[in-house]
């Protein structure tokens, strides 16, 4: 049995990535997370890391049976789910684009870029972080939490009997008072 799971993380990393690439300045890289011993980009203009947090349930799972045959072949169950990000902005202007991304994940901007598949629920404010890097120099960075709801999608696959069984009745000698 295989289980399917819709929208994945990924989608929301793609989604993300489409966002932040509109409204900020071109060429600005947008990294999913820092792997362990990669370089960090150079800071000029800057780049933006992204990484989920967590998950947190929002409400109890939604199951609909598939109901286009004539008996159902898969179940799905819908958990609605709220993922925290934490964007980090690297680089001299990084404070601008905290700023700018903060504003629209609060607008409806926000919501219809991000749209069908995730939806901002709000974002915190942006705050100064500092980092030292490799070479023991200040770089700048600035950060803040976005929060979007996620309704992932479980499909279960299901096997139905398409015709009904034999029945034999066997007669038992007992009485029950």
């Given at each position: 049995?295989?289980?399917?799971?819709?929208?994945?993380?990924?989608?929301?990393?793609?989604?993300?990535?489409?966002?932040?690439?509109?409204?900020?300045?071109?060429?600005?890289?947008?990294?999913?997370?820092l792997?362990?011993?990669?370089?960090?980009?150079?800071?000029?203009?800057?780049f933006?890391?992204?990484?989920?947090?967590?998950?947190?349930?929002?409400?109890?799972?939604?199951?609909?049976?598939?109901?286009?045959?004539?008996?159902?072949?898969?179940?799905?169950?819908?958990?609605?789910?709220e993922?925290?990000?934490?964007?980090?902005?690297?680089?001299?202007?990084?404070?601008?684009?905290?700023?700018?991304?903060?504003?629209?994940?609060?607008?409806?901007?926000?919501?219809?870029?991000?749209?069908?598949?995730?939806?901002?629920?709000?974002?915190?404010?942006?705050?100064?972080?500092?980092?030292?890097?490799?070479?023991q120099?200040y770089?700048?960075?600035?950060?803040?939490?976005?929060?979007?709801?996620?309704?992932?999608?479980?499909?279960?696959?299901?096997?139905?009997?398409?015709?009904?069984?034999?029945?034999?009745?066997?007669?038992?000698?007992?009485?029950y008072?």
């Amino acid at each position: 049995m295989r289980l399917t799971v819709a929208p994945s993380q990924d989608l929301l990393y793609q989604a993300l990535v489409t966002f932040l690439t509109a409204i900020l300045p071109a060429g600005v890289p947008v990294i999913r997370g820092l792997p362990n011993r990669t370089a960090m980009p150079q800071p000029v203009p800057g780049f933006v890391t992204m990484q989920a947090l967590g998950f947190n349930r929002l409400r109890w799972n939604i199951d609909t049976w598939d109901t286009t045959n004539s008996a159902p072949t898969t179940q799905t169950s819908e958990q609605g789910t709220e993922v925290r990000v934490q964007l980090d902005f690297y680089g001299a202007t990084s404070a601008d684009w905290a700023v700018t991304v903060g504003t629209l994940l609060r607008d409806p901007y926000g919501v219809a870029a991000l749209t069908p598949n995730v939806a901002p629920l709000y974002a915190d404010d942006a705050r100064m972080i500092p980092l030292t890097d490799a070479e023991q120099e200040y770089e700048e960075r600035w950060s803040l939490d976005a929060h979007f709801q996620l309704n992932a999608v479980v499909t279960i696959p299901q096997t139905f009997a398409n015709q009904p069984a034999t029945i034999d009745i066997i007669n038992v000698n007992e009485t029950y008072t």
